[in-house]
């Protein structure tokens, strides 16, 4: 049976800190976000055997990087259209002995395409050509 010291030192591990207890927020209190987090998350289903087929990242985490670059300023990139949920070693280890992720999210919707992700895009690639075409004539 799983106990949540199990838990914790999976966390320890994969985060390199020991100030953890059943009710740290991985988020906020570890400074676990981005792809730090995905990859926890991705480690910890496979270490305790968890079906992730329900979680949606958005909710937990927000994305790596400063910002969104200029197409943030624009639209919302996912994580900061919904109410962020944390997420603790005391609800890992309830998912581990279910053996899946069981929230229960909020009714929400994303738009089909993520434009600030387009519009940062589309923002490099005028750079570039704009670089290219500056070094060509020069």
């Known amino acids: ?23 740290s927020d991985i988020e906020k209190d570890l400074s676990c976000y981005g792809d730090d987090f995905d990859e926890l998350m ?4 496979a270490e305790f055997h968890v079906d992730m ?10 994305e790596e990087g400063a910002g969104n670059g200029l197409g943030g300023f624009f639209f919302k990139p996912p994580n900061e259209r919904v109410s962020r949920i944390a997420v603790t070693p005391k609800m890992l280890l309830n998912f581990a002995e279910t ?3 069981q929230i229960q999210y909020p ?3 994303l738009p089909k395409r993520r434009y600030d992700l387009l519009i940062n895009n589309i923002l490099f690639i005028i750079f ?11």
């Open 128 to 138: 570039l050509a704009s670089a290219l075409i500056y070094w060509w004539l020069k």
């Open 42 to 45: 991705e480690a910890y289903a």
């Open 99 to 101: 053996g899946r992720w």
């Open 1 to 23: 049976m799983l106990e949540i010291t199990d838990i914790i030192n999976f966390l320890e591990k994969h985060i390199g800190l020991d100030e953890i207890n059943e009710d």
């Open 53 to 62: 087929s329900q979680y949606l990242w958005y909710f937990h985490t927000r």
């Open 107 to 109: 009714e929400h919707e």
